[in-house]
C-alpha cells in the first residue's frame, strides 16, 4: 500500500495533478484515461512508479464507484424558492410579534418590582388608618361621657337661646 | 448534474453578481435574496444529498439553510464568496441534523418521493439504455454500502469531489480544513473503498 510519509517529490506531484483531474464523461474510465489527463512529466512518473500507478487505478475505480450518485442527486423541486420566501416572511411576522412581547418580558421584573412596592405602601397604608380607626373606637365610650351626641346643640348655643328668651320677656 | 461555481465558465463573475445581489439583500431587498436563493438552490441541494441522502431531509435541510442565511446576511462580511458560505452552513446544519439523529440513515425506501420517482421515470423514456429507478436505487444502496467503511467526514468529503466535482481547495474552505489533509484523507478514503471492493469480490460477495 501507497505510504504517503515516503513519497517523493515526483510522486507528489502526480498525486496533486490527479486530484485535479476532471473527465466529463459519465462512462466508465480506466486508468489509462486518467492518465491522459495528467501533465507528460507526471504521466511518465506514473508509468514508471508502481505506488503512482496503484493511485491511479484507485482514482478511475472510485470514480466509476461513484458514479452511480451523481445521476441520482437530489434536485429542489419548483416550489422551493417559493417556500423558503414564505418560511422568510412567515418568521419575520412572528419576530416582529415577538418583539412586543419581548419589551413586555424586558419590562417585567421592573413591573412586579414596581406593583410589589405600591402592594407593600397601600397595605401598609390601609393598616395603619385600620390601627387608627380602632384606637378611636377604643377610646369612643369614655369620650362620649362628656361629649355632646351628634346633633346635640352646643352648651354655649342653650345659653345664648336662654339669655335671648329672657331679653325677649 | 450541479457543479462547483469553480468548474463553470465565467465564475468570476457570477462571484461580482452574487456580491451584487448579497449588498442588496443585506438591504433588506427580498428580491435580490430570492436571486440568491434561485442560483443556489441545485448546489446546495447537492451538498446536503450528498451528506444525508434521505429527500425529505434534504428538502428541509435547504430551507433551513437559506433561512439562516438570510437572517445571518447582515453579519456576512463577504470576505469569502457567498456560494463557499452558503455551503458551510449547509454542511453545518447537515452535521447538526446527523449528531441529532445519531446515527447514519441506511434506509433507502424514502429516499425519493413519488414524485421524484415518476421524473426518473419520464428519464427513462427518454434515454434508452440508462437503468430504471430500482436498478439505481439498488445501485446507490451498493455504494452507500461500499462507503460504510469510511469516517463520516471522509465519506463527505469523497461525495463532494467526485461526485459534486468540488475541488480540493474547495472542500478544504467549506470544511475549515488544510488542503493537505483534504489530499490526504481522500487518497486514503479511495484506497479504503476499492480495498474494500477487492475483498468483496474475492469473497465472491
Known sequence: MFDLESTTKDCQKTLDELERVRIEDDGVVSGENVLEELSADSRAHAVRCLDCRAAVEQFAEARNLLQPLTQMQAEPGPWFVTRVMAAIEAREREEEREGVWANVRRLAPRLVALCTLLLVLGSTWAMRVRQTEKQQTVMAPY??????????PLNDDVMIGASSNEVRQ | MAKPASQEPGRKSRVEDDRELVRRAQKDDKAAFEELVKRHQSRVFAVAGGILRNREDVEDIGQ????????SLKRFDQRAAFSTWLYK??????????????????????EFSDEQARQYDGMEEKADGVPDVSERMALRQEVEELMECLEERDRMMLVMKEVQGFSVEEIAEILDINGNTVKVRLFRARQRITERVKRRNAAGV
Open chain 1, 143 to 152: 369620650e362620649a361621657l362628656f361629649e355632646p351626641g351628634p346633633g346635640a
Open chain 2, 64 to 71: 433551513q439553510v437559506f433561512l439562516k442565511a438570510y437572517f
Open chain 2, 89 to 110: 452552513i449547509t454542511v453545518n446544519e447537515c452535521w447538526d441534523l446527523l449528531r441529532k439523529r445519531k446515527v447514519r440513515p441506511l434506509v433507502f425506501e424514502a
